[in-house]
């Protein structure tokens, strides 16, 4: 009878643990899970960065080549202004028309690149609105990113001390559990992500929900061994009998 009351205790003791050690996995849970939450926010942040920075690339791309057709320009007014001064130089009428059809070329080339130069002006501007609107969807992203992880890293430091707290009243009930209850407890707690004793209702395992035979539960009013689970390998209890 001793032994039958001194296991009931020990089957006590390891409920009043399991209450502590699920509140303790679900804080770690969440000490895991919260920066992963924020990471997700962190992600779509950084590729608005790398959109932004995309667009800027693109912009100068648009700047450079701006800058070419410019240069191009020039060049074509140097060279029609060129032609232009040598038509009183020129001894024969050949030479006068052909200089004519070469500023004539000239001319037409320099109205193509004037025609460039003025669509780059729109696809600067577009550019340039471009990159200003994802300035601004960036800079929102930023301060989200900013108030969330100020929210995260304070949740977290909460967290934090709750599971400190735990892990103190833990300490403090498994010096009254026996070592082999302990140990046993423990390696299911962890092969079961933190729920390694559940009770009997219904004749049905509180772990796994498979019904249970009359002879476990036999054995289990008997307090003579700690019974399992067939399916989960949880520790069971009745709840009538604590």
Same mark, same amino acid.
């Given at each position: 009878?001793?032994?039958?009351?001194?296991?009931?205790?020990?089957?006590?003791?390891?409920?009043?643990?399991?209450?502590?050690?699920?509140?303790?996995?679900?804080?770690?849970?969440?000490?895991?899970?919260?920066?992963?939450? /924020?990471?997700?926010?962190?992600?779509?942040?950084?590729?608005?960065?790398?959109?932004?920075?995309? *667009?800027?690339?693109?912009?100068?791309?648009? *700047?450079?080549?701006?800058?070419?057709?410019?240069?191009?320009?020039?060049?074509?007014?140097?060279?029609?202004?060129?032609?232009?001064?040598?038509?009183?130089?020129?001894?024969?009428?050949?030479?006068?028309?052909?200089?004519? /059809?070469?500023?004539?070329?000239?001319?037409?080339?320099?109205?193509?690149?004037?025609?460039?130069?003025?669509?780059?002006?729109?696809?600067?501007?577009?550019?340039?609105?471009?990159?200003?609107?994802?300035?601004?969807?960036?800079?929102?992203?930023?301060?989200?990113?900013?108030?969330?992880?100020?929210?995260?890293?304070?949740?977290?430091?909460?967290?934090?001390?709750?599971?400190?707290?735990?892990?103190?009243?833990?300490?403090?009930?498994?010096?009254?559990?026996?070592?082999?209850?302990?140990?046993?407890?423990?390696?299911? /707690?962890?092969?079961?992500?933190?729920?390694?004793?559940?009770?009997?209702?219904?004749?049905?395992?509180?772990?796994?929900?498979?019904?249970?035979?009359?002879?476990?539960?036999?054995?289990?009013?008997?307090?003579?061994?700690?019974?399992?689970?067939?399916?989960?390998?949880?520790?069971?209890?009745?709840?009538?009998?604590?």
């Amino acid at each position: 009878m001793a032994q039958d009351q001194n296991l009931k205790d020990q089957i006590k003791k390891l409920v009043e643990l399991q209450v502590i050690d699920e509140e303790i996995f679900r804080f770690k849970r969440q000490l895991r899970e919260k920066p992963a939450d /924020l990471e997700v926010l962190k992600a779509g942040f950084e590729a608005g960065k790398s959109n932004l920075l995309s *667009l800027e690339e693109k912009l100068k791309g648009i *700047l450079v080549k701006q800058k070419e057709l410019e240069l191009d320009l020039k060049v074509k007014e140097e060279g029609i202004s060129k032609a232009d001064g040598t038509l009183t130089l020129l001894k024969t009428n050949k030479e006068y028309q052909a200089r004519l /059809l070469e500023i004539e070329n000239l001319k037409a080339d320099k109205s193509i690149v004037e025609e460039k130069i003025l669509l780059g002006f729109d696809e600067v501007e577009a550019a340039k609105k471009a990159v200003d609107a994802e300035k601004s969807v960036v800079a929102q992203k930023e301060k989200e990113f900013a108030i969330e992880k100020k929210k995260v890293d304070d949740e977290l430091a909460i967290i934090a001390d709750q599971v400190k707290v735990k892990e103190s009243q833990r300490s403090r009930l498994t010096p009254e559990v026996r070592p082999d209850c302990l140990s046993r407890y423990e390696r299911i /707690l962890h092969n079961k992500e933190g729920l390694a004793i559940v009770k009997v209702a219904d004749h049905t395992c509180g772990g796994c929900f498979m019904h249970l035979t009359a002879q476990v539960l036999n054995e289990l009013k008997k307090y003579n061994q700690i019974i399992t689970c067939d399916m989960c390998a949880r520790i069971l209890y009745l709840a009538d009998d604590l």
